[in-house]
């Protein structure tokens, strides 16, 4: 289908900032490389000045509408003689329907047909009209309202470059009552309801843990709202329901004018054509650039599998203006992950599914094959050869870019079959949907009956993809399913509601000899269990930097996996202040190796691997990465087939050089890495000390070593160091090089001295560098800083650690400073590493040992410290007779004891809500164990039962203990009050 076109030249406010802010999306025209003959069109809007579609196409006459551009574009590619390149000059193209290109407009013989914006211009693609008119509907809400036309409808408004929030109305989970139909009103204030007009179009929304569904309104009568279908039985049917969600769900009502009262709202009457819009604060209509969609797609690339489109380019060109109808249909958006939604009547739901199935049941397994995909604004299926690079994607109702996606999100009706494709140094930002989405999920996807629908060599790489899913908060900045041969490498993600990069589909249950626990479900009465791999494979994830992920969502972090992907591998990137998780190893997953990423400030895990319910989650390789937050689970070394070693925790204020390299070399490269970026510094600094602990009156060499990243000199190199009120720093050795060639490195030392005394058992001690350059035209400050420690000796008990640990002691308080992986055995491991300080044989038959926990690092809210009875504190993973009472950071107190006698910790009572400082307290009569707690010292707490310990002693080490459950990670933990009676 060829594009009709309307006058228009000017292009909105809000497009040409993202533009103008440049430098993001990179050079707006990449270069061909070396010259070839090339036929060159020159197109401009419809209505620009000697624009006509009977002259030269050239850049004093161009051509008028891009429909003549493209026909002429087809005619001289199908000589074959030479490269065509259609120049587009400035100004919007304002769409009545999508540029639809196919096998007639590809490049023949090894040329290629590009079109790309002119050298300078900023051309617009737009589906969106321009709103101007505005009028005062009502001064007393402060809402205003333009004529828009009718015939058309849309979810999206776009005020100011900013997607606009449909009117809706917030409900408090005690407002309604969920149905199987829909749901009752609670709450009488709401009684209006049943008298709102074009009820039809009000939608339900249902913000869930990993799921946002959208279900539209069938009826309201009275207090009942019966809603449409099939969108409810879809939403409320499988895993996080809206009936049935894993976590505290927001519920909204939108789309009623009744519901506009929040600056920024607004409300569409499509049979009056008659648009409401109210302000934010300051916002003036008359100078607002507002624009409204009309199209659900701009462009379509695609052919058939023996014919498909090949050879084309789009380059520096801005895609934008678009809605996506769906979710109001009676469909609704029945979201199941990452924009994939059930649709239609599904035959294997139970009529009782809205009890039987709220948490998934067999029937609901039946619809997985047949989910669908959300239809994206720019489509590619079908294609091979086909480049995008240096475009814009912004204000769009949907996905910017799909790439071999299943057929049922097509415009052609022709999916996936998408070879050598790339999307390189481009902009997405502040759609309602996610960035980009490559590859399918229907079974043709995972196991193609035609070779030819397979997806492979895809290069997704210097994009910006940011801010954006600002509607459909389930959807990732970059989402690939089922791809062969797949690169994400050099982008720059961030400020997302769910993950950043995710990466398969299917939960597992597609790979060779299928999920045991799929078969438990029943899936496989829907489908057979595949003896062959799936299309997934050789995926490469290196040099990307996801920051500030997972803000809205939950179950998810910067890069998500799902299913096993052979030869893949996930490197160097830098993964920063995640709401969640780092990586996110789900169900299923396998054969994907990590090095050498930096996660700093998870909120959560740096890794986790969901291995739970006969998930074959495995085979995965973590060596070498670095993480300010140590915590790691389902990941042992050895267990599953994976190797995780040479991981390291490091704190955000002094990272190593080696991770500082991988934060400066993540991101866009070459022309589109941006300006200069304070928190990627072209020089790293980490600051030493040798030793780090060291005895009251004890002193330490402290050194920062200071490299050079880039390639470029760095000057005024100026190190400087602050230690804390009684602690002394006298510099030693050479000073400093001022100037530090690419590449090269320097060093500043200072002699650091603890002081000769302290009440406490340990004295910690934040000491600071500073270290000042310039480099790249910027000038930097770096701040780097550690802690040293400084202990009293231990004297009047021992001390032993299963891991390297230290001890500490003043006046009554004891110190214990550890790590440790824990001290527990179960199906995931046997585990026995710890720090103690204890009496040796100090328990006999009839024995209370008592001590208070004062404080505790928050290493894992699993770490432990409190009182231990065990035959030989030495003999670790051996000794039996071994109980512990503990407090933990975020799980109450743990009474743990050894029920076998193997020497393990493997039976356990406990009591949530205590934390330190608390009383603990362990007594033995005979060989029996009793565990206690208290907030007072005064008032104890059993927990649990009275315990026979197997192989007890007649005497027993008596003491302190701790671990940091954070293998590698080292905490302190203080105690007070040590008494064995």
Same mark, same amino acid.
């Not at 599998?305 to 801005?318: I, K, S, V």
């Given at each position: 289908m060829s594009p009709s076109l309307v006058p228009s030249r000017r292009t909105s406010a809000a497009v040409a900032a993202v533009l103008v802010a440049g430098a993001l999306a990179g050079p707006l025209a990449t270069p061909a490389g070396a010259a070839r003959p090339s036929q060159t069109i020159v197109v401009a809007p419809t209505g620009a000045k000697n624009a006509t579609d009977m002259g030269p196409a050239s850049a004093g006459r161009p051509l008028a509408t891009l429909a003549e551009a493209q026909r002429r574009a087809r005619e001289a590619a199908a000589r074959g003689e030479r490269d065509v390149t259609v120049h587009l000059l400035d100004g919007t193209y304002r769409l009545t329907a999508p540029l639809r290109f196919d096998a007639a407009d590809s490049g023949r013989d090894g040329h290629v047909v590009t079109w790309r914006a002119a050298r300078g211009a900023k051309p617009v693609l737009s589906g969106a009209r321009p709103v101007t008119g505005w009028q005062l509907d009502d001064a007393g809400t402060g809402v205003y309202r333009a004529q828009v036309g009718t015939g058309f409808d849309s979810r999206q408004l776009y005020v100011d470059g900013v997607l606009a929030q449909r009117a809706r109305l917030p409900l408090a989970r005690t407002d309604i009552t969920l149905t199987a139909t829909g749901f009752t009103v609670n709450n009488p204030q709401l009684s209006y309801l049943a008298t709102l007009p074009d009820q039809q179009r009000i939608d339900f929304q249902a913000m869930l843990s990993f799921t946002n569904r959208f279900a539209p309104v069938q009826s309201i009568s009275g207090s009942t709202v019966v809603m449409q279908q099939p969108a409810w039985d879809n939403n409320t049917y499988g895993y996080d329901t809206i009936q049935s969600p894993l976590r505290t769900p927001t519920f909204y009502l939108l789309n009623s004018k009744r519901f506009l009262d929040e600056p920024g709202e607004w409300y569409l009457d499509n049979t009056a054509g008659t648009l409401y819009y109210k302000p934010l604060p300051g916002q003036d209509l008359a100078?607002?650039?507002?624009?409204?969609?009309?199209?659900?797609? +701009?462009?379509?690339?695609?052919?058939?599998? /023996?014919?498909?489109?090949?050879?084309?380019?789009?380059?520096?060109? !801005?895609? &934008?203006?678009?809605?996506?109808?769906?979710?109001?249909?009676?469909?609704?958006?029945?979201?199941?992950?990452?924009? #994939?939604?059930?649709?239609?009547?599904?035959?294997?739901?139970?009529?009782?599914?809205? !009890?039987?199935?709220?948490?998934?049941?067999?029937?609901?397994?039946?619809?997985?094959?047949?989910?669908?995909? &959300?239809?994206?604004? #720019?489509?590619?299926?079908?294609?091979? $050869?086909?480049?995008?690079?240096?475009?814009?994607?912004?204000?769009?109702?949907?996905? $910017?870019?799909? %790439?071999?996606?299943?057929?049922?999100?097509?415009?052609?009706?022709?999916?996936?079959?998408?070879?050598? #494709?790339?999307?390189?140094g481009s902009t997405f930002t502040a759609s309602a949907g996610g960035g980009i989405v490559v590859g399918g999920v229907r079974p043709d996807a995972h196991h193609p009956s035609d070779p030819r629908a397979t997806n492979r060599d895809i290069l997704i790489g210097n994009n910006r993809v940011y801010s954006t899913s600002r509607e459909y908060l389930d959807q990732d900045a970059i989402f690939a399913s089922y791809v062969t041969r797949l690169t994400i490498e050099h982008n720059y993600v961030s400020d997302m509601p769910y993950t950043g990069i995710g990466l398969g589909y299917g939960w597992g249950a597609n790979d060779p000899g299928g999920s045991p626990e799929y078969l438990n479900r029943g899936l496989y009465d829907f489908q057979p269990i595949y003896d062959t791999p799936t !299309?997934?494979?050789?995926?490469?994830?290196?040099?990307?930097? #996801?920051?500030?992920?997972?803000?809205?969502?939950?179950?998810?972090?910067? %890069?998500?996996? +799902?299913?096993?992907?052979?030869?893949? &591998?996930?490197?160097?990137?830098?993964?920063?202040?995640?709401?969640?998780?780092?990586?996110?190893?789900?169900?299923?997953?396998?054969?994907?190796?990590?090095?050498?990423?930096?996660?700093?400030?998870?909120?959560?895990?740096?890794?986790?691997?969901?291995?739970?319910?006969?998930?074959?989650?495995?085979?995965?390789?973590? %060596?070498?990465?670095?993480?300010?937050?140590?915590? %790691?689970?389902?990941?042992?070394?050895?267990?599953?087939?994976?190797?995780?070693?040479d991981n390291v925790t490091i704190t955000a204020g002094n990272i190593p050089i080696e991770a500082s390299r991988v934060v400066y070399q993540a991101g866009p490269t070459g022309p589109y890495r941006g300006p200069a970026d304070e928190r990627r510094p072209p020089v790293g600094a980490v600051l030493t000390a040798d030793p780090a602990s060291v005895s009251a009156g004890g002193a330490t060499t402290v050194t920062l070593t200071v490299e050079n990243l880039g390639d470029r000199p760095a000057t005024g190199v100026r190190p400087s160091i602050v230690v804390p009120e009684g602690w002394r720093a006298v510099p030693t050795g050479r000073p400093a090089r001022p100037t530090l060639p690419g590449g090269a490195s320097t060093t500043a030392s200072w002699r650091v001295t603890a002081p000769a005394s302290f009440p406490a058992p340990v004295s910690r001690a934040a000491v600071t560098a500073a270290v000042g350059f310039r480099a790249e035209h910027t000038s930097y400050a770096l701040n780097r800083s550690l802690t040293l420690t400084a202990l009293n000796p231990l004297t009047s008990l021992k001390g032993h650690g299963s891991v390297p640990s230290q001890f500490a002691e003043a006046d009554?308080?004891?110190?214990?400073?550890?790590?440790?992986?824990?001290?527990?055995?179960?199906?995931?491991?046997? *585990?026995?590493?710890?720090?103690?300080?204890?009496?040796?044989?100090?328990?006999?038959?009839?024995? @209370?040992?008592?001590?208070?926990? &004062?404080?505790?690092?928050?290493?894992?809210?699993?770490?432990?410290?409190?009182?231990?009875?065990?035959?030989?504190? @030495?003999?670790?993973?051996?000794?039996?007779?071994?109980?512990?009472?503990?407090? @933990?950071?975020?799980?109450?107190?743990?009474?743990?004891? /050894?029920?076998? $006698?193997?020497?393990?910790?493997?039976? *356990?009572?406990?009591?949530?809500?205590?934390?330190?400082?608390?009383?603990?307290?362990?007594?033995?009569?005979? /060989?029996?164990?009793?565990?206690?707690?208290?907030?007072?010292?005064?008032?104890?707490?059993?927990?649990?039962?009275?315990?026979?310990?197997?192989?007890?002693a007649a005497t027993q080490d008596a003491g302190l203990i701790a671990t940091s459950h954070a293998s590698g990670v080292t905490g302190q933990y203080s105690f007070s009050d040590f008494q064995v009676s």
């Open positions: 100078r607002a650039h507002v624009e409204l969609p009309r199209l659900e797609s +701009l462009v379509q690339v695609g052919g058939s599998y /023996d014919a498909p489109a090949r050879n084309l380019r789009f380059e520096g060109l !801005t895609f &934008t203006g678009t809605t996506w109808l769906h979710p109001s249909t009676s469909d609704g958006y029945a979201n199941q992950q990452t924009g #994939v939604f059930i649709s239609g009547v599904q035959p294997d739901r139970p009529a009782d599914a809205f !009890t039987s199935c709220d948490f998934g049941c067999r029937g609901f397994e039946g619809s997985r094959n047949n989910w669908a995909q &959300t239809a994206a604004a #720019v489509q590619v299926s079908a294609a091979e $050869g086909v480049h995008f690079a240096g475009n814009t994607f912004v204000n769009l109702g949907s996905v $910017g870019i799909g %790439i071999g996606n299943d057929a049922n999100a097509t415009a052609s009706g022709v999916g996936l079959g998408a070879h050598d #494709v790339s999307v390189v !299309t997934l494979s050789d995926v490469r994830v290196v040099g990307n930097i #996801v920051r500030n992920v997972v803000q809205t969502m939950f179950d998810a972090g910067c %890069i998500y996996t +799902l299913s096993a992907m052979p030869r893949s &591998t996930i490197d160097e990137n830098l993964c920063e202040n995640s709401g969640q998780l780092g990586l996110y190893f789900d169900e299923g997953s396998r054969y994907l190796s990590a090095s050498r990423n930096v996660f700093l400030n998870t909120a959560g895990q740096w890794a986790h691997a969901n291995n739970q319910n006969g998930n074959r989650t495995g085979d995965l390789t973590l %060596i070498g990465n670095w993480a300010t937050n140590g915590a %790691i689970t389902g990941l042992v070394n050895g267990s599953r087939g994976n190797v995780v070693r009554s308080g004891y110190a214990i400073l550890t790590s440790g992986a824990d001290i527990w055995q179960d199906s995931g491991g046997s *585990f026995d590493e710890y720090g103690a300080i204890y009496a040796d044989d100090a328990a006999g038959a009839t024995t @209370t040992v008592t001590a208070r926990v &004062t404080a505790l690092d928050n290493t894992n809210s699993w770490a432990k410290a409190g009182v231990v009875l065990r035959n030989d504190l @030495t003999g670790s993973g051996s000794s039996p007779g071994y109980a512990v009472l503990v407090v @933990t950071p975020g799980n109450g107190v743990a009474f743990q004891w /050894d029920a076998d $006698g193997n020497g393990y910790l493997d039976s *356990f009572s406990g009591a949530g809500g205590v934390r330190a400082p608390a009383w603990v307290r362990l007594v033995r009569s005979g /060989d029996t164990v009793s565990g206690y707690y208290s907030t007072n010292g005064t008032d104890w707490t059993r927990v649990g039962q009275t315990v026979t310990l197997p192989g007890i």
